[in-house]
């Protein structure tokens, strides 16, 4: 078993940046798939990003390419997401999850395991 759990959220303006973190615990991450969903209210879970066991490949939704970074360091068993230039329309729940196998990773259902998330608000 895995567990997730999820940091750095809160409220920041227009323009601000927030720096997640997703940090595992139960077992080592290092060979899994990561990524970050968001869910804003009334709407589904939405892809934001994910990264391979190794960092080497990364993959974000064009919504946020050039303002978010997911990154990872697999010896502190966490994953960050560095989100710069938010907008309103970041706002949402951010959840952290790792997949185990493989799949499409932009759908939920290729991740094993969640965080119970954590609050973005970015206000106008």
């Known amino acids: 078993q895995v567990q997730l759990v999820e940091s750095g959220g809160g409220l920041v303006q227009a323009g601000g940046s927030l720096r997640l973190s997703c940090a595992a615990s139960?077992?080592?991450?290092?060979?899994?798939?990561m990524g970050w969903f968001r869910q804003a209210p009334g709407k589904e879970r939405e892809f934001v990003a994910r990264?391979?066991?190794?960092?080497?490949?990364?993959d974000y939704v064009d919504s946020v390419k050039g303002r978010f970074t997911i990154t990872r360091d697999n010896a502190k068993n966490t994953v960050y997401l560095q989100m710069n230039s938010l907008k309103p329309e970041d706002t949402a729940v951010y959840y952290c999850?790792?997949?185990?196998?493989?799949?499409?990773?932009?759908?939920?259902?290729?991740?094993?395991?969640w965080g119970q998330g954590t609050q973005v608000t970015v206000s106008s």
């Open positions: 999850a790792a997949s185990t196998g493989s799949g499409n990773y932009r759908r939920p259902s290729a991740y094993d395991y």
């Open positions: 990264i391979s066991w190794s960092g080497s490949i990364t």
């Open positions: 139960g077992r080592t991450i290092s060979r899994y798939v």
